[in-house]
């Protein structure tokens, strides 16, 4: 589920559920946040696989709003532990990212792509599955950024000129650069997730609404749809 190694004080965390495409299932959002954020140092999160992620794990809006109200607010929790982690923190995409693949991006301080032709896509829009953080944050996104999400699938290349993505470039030539120097990458970190936490505090309120369509009939059939195709 997860391929975990240490370079120096880099911990670098793989999803690698590559049967799965890396879908944010529970037991993925639970490994990822049983991750020791206490200690300095950086943190990576990148993947195994085609995909970086397919994003949430659909399968569980087919159950019952409770369900879908406790897996979404253990997502929050993993989105919580990023902002409060102590360490600099880097998404690097080694594959294209979908959904809550995408908006996990948000909450990084890094934010890199191995190649320019990587996409990113809110693919949920289309079984009516709405973007939560890219709602909530939508002021600290820009109505730019997030009109061109909305559309449809941008690039890495397309993302760089959005603020979404900070580098191109092999993971090392990334963590070669990325935090140097630390101190001061970690100052700049910090003023970027007070503006995080702010723009979380909608964040109940919108996975309560999105929770709402376990009950949907026609986002339930637009799921069921997809899984049987």
């Known amino acids: 589920m997860l391929e975990i190694k240490r370079q120096g004080d880099v911990l670098i965390v793989a999803l690698a559920a590559v049967e799965k495409r890396n879908a944010f299932t529970p037991e993925l959002v639970d490994a990822l946040s049983s991750l020791d954020c206490s200690e300095p140092g950086a943190l990576v999160i990148t993947n195994k696989g085609p995909a970086f992620s397919s994003g949430l794990d659909l399968k569980i809006f087919l159950t019952n709003k409770s369900t879908v109200k406790n897996y979404l607010y253990k997502i929050n929790n993993l989105v919580e532990k990023l902002i ?11 594959g294209d990212a979908y959904g809550f693949g995408v908006e996990l991006t948000y909450f990084a301080d890094v934010v890199a792509a191995a190649r320019p032709d990587v996409r990113l896509s809110l693919q949920g829009v289309k079984f009516g599955v709405f973007p939560p953080y890219t709602i909530a944050l939508a002021k600290l996104l820009g109505p730019t950024t997030v009109r061109s999400l909305l559309a449809g699938p941008i690039t890495a290349e397309a ?31 910090r003023a970027h997730r007070e503006l995080l936490r702010e723009g979380l505090a909608e964040a109940p309120r919108i996975l309560d609404e999105l929770a709402e369509l376990a009950e949907d009939s026609a986002t339930r059939s637009l799921i069921s749809r997809f899984f049987k195709d």
């Not at 409060?84 to 080694?94: D, E, Q």
């Not at 900070?166 to 970190?189: D, Q, W």
Request: charged share 15%; hydrophobic share 45%; proline share 7%.
């Open 84 to 94: 409060n982690c102590n360490k600099n923190t880097l998404i690097y995409l080694n």
């Open 159 to 189: 993302a760089v000129g959005l603020g979404l993505v900070h580098y191109i470039a092999p993971l090392e030539e990334v963590l070669a650069t990325a935090f140097r120097p630390p101190g001061h990458i970690f100052k700049r970190a």
